[in-house]
């Protein structure tokens, strides 16, 4: 790990990356266009293209997946009502993988093999499908193929959907404008933001040019080295990383002028959005996406995220499964994916809480909007070998242990200022306790990388505390919640 601000390098390009940009642009275009008539569309026109998608892919699941035609047996064939199609989780779908793939060349142990290689990170796999994984918070590892219709859509959506401000550069100026970007993530790993990033600069070798991606993992002295060296006017990040920026901004060690910012990953609190935005002076763009659908809506002026409900569909569900109406949060919501035929993600639970609004929104968007509840850990604040307090990334810890350890499972709870207790959960005591010490090993040697001083890091044997309603894990918990940043 380099001092001065390490980065990641980007792809060149080759003369197969430039058919393929050029045939993404056939498809984009097709797409935008598509997206441009629904946003023109009257409600019932809207409503009758979702419904045929909807009929479509579930048409598609029933002939082309083996999973699905298994799991809707008992539902009459040819019904196109959504709601009379049971559920699923990730662990059903990953535990029948190679039947869930609507393509028979698609083979859990190979992509295994494909996802656990970084130097193949936004490799078109097979030659035209993005491939990335992710943990998540429920523990079971997930590994999601997109086709290249999926990619152009979700490609138009950024395009069409989000405002860019009256500073910003619209998307497509972006390649013919001198805009620098940082995108400062989780690299290392094919994660869904790194691969699509990584995948648009192949495909578009200006792009690349104009693009750094900064490891959330160095110490925050060598970020922000890195990021005053590059000087990027379009910072991409995950909105716990933008507060520890704009902190970095405010006390003049951070020194941009960046036109816009763009957070994801994790939930934006109103309170963050403020004080990221003041930090900076600019506008904080934001989305909601998953690995299972990388738009699921568009932040606005107003600070509410629409639905992309031309291309998702969204259903709020309480803990017996049952819809919960616009106006209250769910305990879970399940998500059907009209994008991505290849591996078909229909009323899937995401296990994210929401709450529907349909009330108009003064930015004019009839689409209506979504709240995400609780989707982040906390930020821990320790002290550091100089004294100072260092701040660490959720996203950072959950990292180093998962890419190090394997272990997904995993509870980090701060006891004391400079204590920490680790719970790991894996089956048997004796696996347990392997794991847990070389999760300790990886996290005290971040922990030494990133300053902090003396820790008294423990292994508790207690299995990691779920949130009975949710079944989702807090994997990271400050000793108290930090307060909003302002
Ligand atoms: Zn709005």
């Known amino acids: 790990m380099g001092s001065g601000g390490e980065h990641e390098p980007t792809r060149a390009a080759n003369p197969w990356d430039w058919w393929r940009g050029t045939d993404e642009l056939w498809r984009w275009g097709a797409c935008v266009r598509e997206i441009w008539l629904d946003d023109l569309a009257d409600d019932a026109t809207r409503r009758a293209t979702r419904e045929r998608r909807v009929a479509e892919l579930l048409r598609h699941a029933r002939e082309d997946s083996k999973f699905y035609?298994?799991?809707?047996?008992?539902?009459?064939a040819g019904c196109t009502d959504l709601?009379?199609?049971?559920?699923?989780?990730?662990?059903?779908?990953?535990?029948?993988?190679?039947?869930?793939?609507a393509d028979p060349q698609l083979r859990r142990r190979e992509l295994e093999a494909f996802v656990r290689d970084p130097s193949r990170i936004a490799e078109p796999y097979l030659?035209?499908?993005?491939?990335?994984?992710?943990?998540?918070?429920?523990?079971?590892?997930?590994?999601y193929v997109q086709d290249p219709e999926a990619l152009a859509i979700y490609a138009a959506l950024l395009t069409m959907r989000f405002e860019f401000g009256p500073t910003a550069p619209e998307p497509w100026q972006v390649a013919?404008?001198?805009?620098?970007?940082?995108?400062?993530?989780?690299?290392?790993?094919?994660?869904?933001?790194?691969?699509?990033?990584?995948?648009?600069?192949?495909?578009?070798?200006?792009?690349?040019?104009?693009?750094?991606?900064?490891?959330?993992?160095?110490?925050?002295?060598?970020?922000?080295?890195g990021l005053n060296a590059w000087q990027?006017?379009?910072v991409a990040s995950y909105p716990t990383m933008l507060s520890l920026l704009a902190r970095e901004q405010c006390e003049g060690r951070l020194k941009l002028r960046p036109r816009s910012l763009w957070s994801g990953g994790e939930a934006l609190t109103a309170a963050d959005r403020a004080a990221i935005a003041d930090?900076?002076?600019?506008?904080?763009?934001?989305?909601?996406?998953?690995?299972?659908?990388?738009?699921?809506?568009?932040?606005?002026r107003h600070g509410r995220l629409h639905l992309n409900d031309d291309w998702v569909v969204l259903e709020p569900i309480d803990e017996s499964g049952r819809p919960v109406p616009p106006g209250r949060p769910s305990a879970s919501v399940l998500l059907t994916n009209l994008a991505n035929r290849v591996q078909p993600v229909i009323r899937y639970d995401l296990g994210d809480s929401v709450t529907i609004d349909r009330s108009p929104c003064p930015c004019g968007?009839?689409?209506?909007?979504?709240?995400?509840?609780?989707?982040?850990?906390?930020?821990?604040?320790?002290?550091?070998?100089a004294g100072t307090p260092v701040r660490l990334l959720p996203l950072a810890i959950e990292t180093v242990i998962e890419e190090e350890t394997g272990v997904h499972r995993f509870q980090l709870i701060q006891t004391a200022r400079n204590a920490l207790c680790l719970r790991v959960d894996a089956p048997g005591a004796r696996r347990r306790s392997v794991d847990g010490r070389r999760a300790v090993r990886a996290l005290a040697r971040f922990l030494k990388a990133q300053g902090v001083g003396p820790v008294d890091l423990k292994l508790d044997d207690c299995p990691p505390e779920v949130n009975p309603v949710s079944g989702k894990l807090r994997r990271v918990r400050a000793l108290r919640s930090p307060a909003p940043a302002r």
């Open 69 to 76: 035609r298994s799991h809707y047996r008992k539902v009459p």
């Open 83 to 101: 709601q009379a199609y049971p559920p699923v989780t990730r662990a059903q779908l990953m535990a029948h993988f190679d039947d869930w793939v």
């Open 127 to 143: 030659g035209k499908y993005s491939v990335w994984t992710s943990s998540g918070t429920t523990g079971v590892p997930g590994i």
């Open 176 to 225: 013919a404008m001198p805009a620098r970007m940082a995108l400062v993530a989780a690299t290392g790993g094919h994660f869904a933001g790194v691969v699509w990033w990584q995948r648009q600069c192949r495909l578009h070798p200006v792009l690349a040019s104009q693009t750094q991606v900064f490891s959330i993992l160095q110490p925050l002295d060598a970020l922000v080295a």
């Open 232 to 234: 990027p006017t379009f």
């Open 279 to 300: 930090g900076f002076g600019c506008p904080v763009l934001e989305d909601y996406g998953a690995s299972e659908c990388m738009q699921i809506a568009f932040g606005c």
């Open 365 to 385: 968007q009839r689409r209506p909007s979504v709240q995400v509840q609780g989707r982040r850990d906390d930020v821990l604040v320790l002290d550091g070998a």
